[in-house]
């Protein structure tokens, strides 16, 4: 089992930028695909952006071009830098870790709430 603690949330403005960060222990991270998922109220929850062991990125449709998903294997650490935020990116943001694609293992999630 791996043990997710994400963090970097808060609230902002429309336009705005946050970063997320997320550490991972309990496994050998540099083996494990990782994702970031938001859920926002009464919606289901929807994958944003992922990575794989190479550094190999994808990314939703509705966030291309504005966030940017990386990983620092020295560190255990996956990060999301979040530009140009809009206020439907508001929700609550999980890292997810997994063997061959994220959704194994989940962090306790982090807020971002952007206002216009």
């Known amino acids: 089992q791996v043990q997710l603690v994400e963090s970097g949330g808060g609230s902002v403005q429309t336009g705005g930028s946050l970063r997320l960060s997320c550490v991972a222990s309990?496994?050998?991270?540099?083996?494990?695909?990782m994702g970031w998922y938001r859920q926002a109220p009464g919606k289901r929850r929807e994958l944003v952006a992922r990575?794989?062991?190479?550094?190999?990125?994808w990314y939703a449709d509705s966030v291309k071009g504005r966030f940017t998903m990386s990983r620092n294997n020295a560190e255990n650490t996956v990060y999301l830098q979040m530009n140009s935020l809009k206020s439907e990116d508001t929700a609550v943001y999980y890292c997810?870790?997994?063997?061959?694609?994220?959704?194994?293992?989940w962090g306790q999630g982090t807020q971002v709430t952007v206002s216009s």
């Open positions: 997810s870790s997994g063997k061959r694609f994220p959704g194994d293992d």
């Open positions: 309990g496994s050998f991270f540099r083996d494990l695909a």
């Open positions: 990575i794989t062991i190479s550094d190999s990125t």
